[in-house]
């Protein structure tokens, strides 16, 4: 199976960098708040989300834990802050 580098250093299958991808573009325009969830959960492990249930049904997180394969996509696809969030290319 292909991989790619991601901009973090770590090398993840290309299906699923493609697949998180696509999930992270539908959360951000459809569930903007679930979509900062996430992206706060990966930066901080302690950060509480609110509701788990669609992250969960994306397959983004298993309970309140996000894969290490999923955290390395968000952390290498989103650069900015709060409202000023962005959803880049995390190659």
Known sequence: METVRLKNGSEELKVLVNSTMF????????????????????RNKNYGVTNQTLL????????????????????????????NMTLTSPI
Do not use: E, W
């Open 23 to 42: 999930s992270l573009r539908s959360l951000l325009q459809n569930n903007p708040t679930d979509f900062y969830d996430l992206v706060m959960v990966c």
């Open 56 to 83: 969960n049904r994306l397959g983004l997180m298993q309970g309140n834990l996000v894969h290490t394969s999923i955290k390395n996509v968000v952390l290498s696809a989103v650069i900015g802050d709060g409202l």
